[in-house]
């Protein structure tokens, strides 16, 4: 037996260390086990992640306590943490605190206890009750117990009274843990399989089939908006339940996590045979998101629905990963371990001998060129379910537009009348604008001055009803001047320009006074509970005109919604990043495809100053194909992703002269210790697109090569090794989505 533990401790110190595991603690330690271990003059909490019958290191000290409870980490989601600690060049321990929640890195379990009442089955002669104990006992029809306060409430009576049914031996009341369900207080319908239309039905037996088969392969459900993704997900989950297998679904935003759930706990949550759905995002609470870890530890749910981070839930035998809307840009995490959760999807699938099916109606170019090579298998569904119409979609050439109004408008003349014939007929429009705030800078037209951050190099944004402008990089925010602010102007003509959501939803209001209009943007959903509030207003018919930036974007369907308007759809598109004409094409068909879902004909308005861009012209005739082989000809002469994998080393301080100085040193020995990868290419280093934010000058590296694998193994070592002065920072970003 294995007396030595290997622990990777809770504490930035960037090596395993090894223990003695005492007598009484031999048979209660496996992998993945949680502990106490002496660090230095304290004591830390730690991750066991080797058992060993010696250590190569004198003088161990001995484990001082094991955590209660189950392993919390299992063996194949350590295995995938030591991949992403090598591949996206970081700390284990780092990986680790993001493998588990904080919630269950606890020393002690977090389970929430409270009184709980539970019936006793009557023996012998049933006893006379009162009418109004009968209706409480009532209340426990199907259920085992329920919480004192929540029946006290529910029955409308008091604890005394039920004390005093509990001395007839009719209920006991005891101390119990309460579980806290974030969808506890939902009512949800029950639902069944849905018929498929012969490409749905392909896609299903191509994915049954790799289930039955046992073996880990890689699907690209390429399928427009509105072609059915969703049922193809449900209905391949529900064949992996039937093999015992559990599964994870990845949702790449918040905001679509109320409605998929709705649909997953629905076809699943339900009726005698009810499969566990449990959810983990962000927006939990610390205690909601310890019971849904622990449901799933323990094997009690076996679907997992979530954002990014849901890709580590410790489901066993895990049968199947979807990652819906795999293109999306919020599945990379942006701070340390800047992990991308599409490509740690594949990977766990890989380890578990289990299936993945990324699902998207404009796949990243990344996939979509996996899929040619052979690496995943394509799957198409080329049309609507139910045989549903694309929206029309007409592109507004705002220059013209700006050229009669004497200035640009708002709404161009197609969008102002489009709108008006919807609220006519009782139907809905989304109105998309990726800007929140009210106006994008506030300039003096005298002298030219615009209100800048202090820290950033970037406008401030004006936010009218609160008068102030902020930066949306550092946060900084300042009152709105009423004149300009240099010395020798003073003009009192200071203004704004440019557009916000905000904007957008005043004129909408001076425009439609008697339309409902709600916004949806970080300024407006502040509580957790906003997001599914002001969906589900929106899809009972309480609001006319939802208005919104990139959460809005993708993923939701309101079958009422015949308009979409695009109002600034070529924002994206003059961005200093290689990916800017891939996300413009991506965003315009995800906005365009919320139109048109139910029985009538979508129209979508897309307003552009630049209306013949490739970008623009593609998405609107929903040609994906066209613009996957126009772009990769583009990327090919730069072998950029996806014919080559990239890496950006980020270097920041305070100061430009020695960032930049500590750069070109960098430059130096990454040529000197990289020069064996024989297609590695370095550019750089150069400013960075925003050259400085939150008050550091930053500059970057970009190293890009065919096999990442093998940089990583050799960047790591690298980059640790290289000595930099005190107030100069570095970070790598392996497969980076950003450029900023």
Not at 159 to 172: F, G, K, P, Q
Not at 243 to 265: D, H
Not at 544 to 570: E, R, S, W, Y
Request: contains cysteine; hydrophobic residues 40%.
């Amino acid at each position: 037996m294995a007396v030595i533990a290997r622990v990777t401790v809770d504490a930035a110190v960037r090596k395993e260390l090894d223990y003695i595991i005492p007598p009484e603690w031999l048979d209660k330690i496996q992998v993945g086990s949680r502990v106490k271990v002496p660090l230095g003059s304290r004591e830390a909490l730690g991750v066991v992640t080797a058992l060993l019958d010696e250590s190569p290191h004198p003088n161990l000290k001995p484990i001082i306590k094991v955590v209660p409870g189950q392993a919390p980490l299992t063996p194949s989601v350590l295995n995938l943490a030591r991949w992403i600690s090598g591949y996206y060049c970081c700390p284990l321990e780092i990986v680790l605190k993001t493998v588990l929640p904080e919630a269950v890195r606890q020393e002690e379990e977090g389970w929430k206890e409270r009184l709980v009442v539970r019936p006793v089955a009557q023996v012998g002669e049933p006893l006379k009750l009162t009418p109004r104990q009968e209706s409480i006992l009532k209340l426990f029809d199907g259920k085992a117990e329920i919480p004192l306060q929540q029946l006290v409430r529910e029955a409308r009576t008091t604890a005394a009274s039920l004390r005093r049914m509990e001395e007839l031996h009719l209920v006991t009341i005891t101390a119990g843990v309460v579980e806290r369900d974030p969808y506890a207080h939902e009512t949800i319908v029950p639902t069944q399989s849905l018929g498929l239309n012969p490409a749905q039905d392909n896609a299903l037996a191509r994915i049954r089939e790799a289930l039955d088969a046992g073996e880990p392969k890689a699907f690209l459900l390429h399928g427009v908006t509105g072609s059915g993704k969703t049922e193809v997900y449900l209905q391949a989950i529900a064949h992996a339940l039937q093999q015992g297998k559990g599964a994870i679904v990845l949702v790449p935003e918040i905001s679509l996590t109320p409605q998929t759930v709705e649909r997953f706990k629905a076809r699943f949550s339900s009726g005698s045979t009810a499969t566990l759905v449990a959810v983990l995002h962000s927006h939990l609470s610390a205690g909601e998101r310890h019971d849904e870890w622990k449901k799933i530890r323990q094997g009690r749910a076996r679907i997992v629905i979530g954002a990014r981070s849901a890709v580590f839930a410790p489901v066993e035998s895990l049968g199947l990963v979807v990652v819906d809307e795999e293109h999306e840009y919020s599945y990379k995490q942006e701070e340390s371990p800047r992990y991308h959760a599409r490509d740690v999807a594949v990977y766990r699938a890989k380890l578990e001998n289990a299936v993945t099916v990324l699902g998207s109606a404009t796949p990243s170019l990344e996939s979509y060129y996996n899929a040619q090579i052979k690496k995943y298998s394509l799957l198409e569904m080329p049309s609507r379910a139910d045989h549903a119409k694309m929206p029309i979609i007409r592109v507004v050439d705002m220059r013209e537009e700006a050229r009669k109004a004497k200035g640009p408008p708002v709404f161009s003349l197609k969008l102002r009348e489009g709108i008006t014939a919807r609220l006519e007929k009782g139907e809905q429009t989304m109105l998309f604008l990726n800007r929140r705030g009210y106006a994008s800078s506030m300039q003096c037209p005298k002298c030219g001055y615009v209100a800048g951050c202090p820290n950033c190099s970037i406008s401030l944004t004006y936010h009218r009803k609160e008068q102030r402008l902020r930066c949306h990089i550092c946060g900084h925010a300042e009152k709105a001047p009423t004149e300009c602010p240099e010395a020798a102007c003073k003009n009192p003509a200071i203004r704004f320009s440019g557009l916000g959501t905000e904007r957008i939803e005043e004129t909408l209001q001076k425009l439609f006074p008697k339309a409902r209009v709600a916004r949806m943007d970080s300024d407006t959903l502040k509580r957790k509970e906003d997001y599914r509030r002001v969906l589900g207003d929106f899809k009972t018919g309480k609001i006319d005109i939802l208005v919104g930036t990139q959460m809005i974007a993708k993923g939701l369907h309101f079958p009422n919604v015949t308009l979409v308007g695009i109002i600034h759809a070529d924002l994206s598109l003059h961005m200093p990043d290689f990916r800017a004409s891939e996300r413009t094409f991506q965003l315009l068909t995800q906005v365009a495809g919320r139109a048109g879902r139910g029985d009538v004909e979508g129209e979508v308005v897309v307003q552009a100053f630049t209306p013949f861009a490739p970008a623009i012209q593609y998405a609107r005739r929903n040609d994906y194909a066209g613009f996957y082989d126009a772009e990769l000809e583009f990327r090919m002469q730069l072998m950029y992703p996806p014919l080559a994998r990239a890496a950006i080393i980020t270097l920041k301080s305070c100061h430009e002269e020695k960032v930049r100085f500590s750069a070109d040193y960098v430059k130096v020995e990454l040529e000197k210790g990289l020069k064996s990868i024989v297609d590695l290419v370095i550019a750089g280093p150069s400013p960075a697109p925003l050259i400085k934010a939150e008050t550091f000058f930053r500059y970057q590296i970009m190293l890009r090569t065919r096999n990442m694998s093998a940089l990583a193994k050799m960047l790591y070592p690298l980059i640790g090794a290289i000595k930099l002065p005190e107030d100069v920072s570095m970070v790598i970003d392996v497969d980076p989505v950003n450029l900023h």
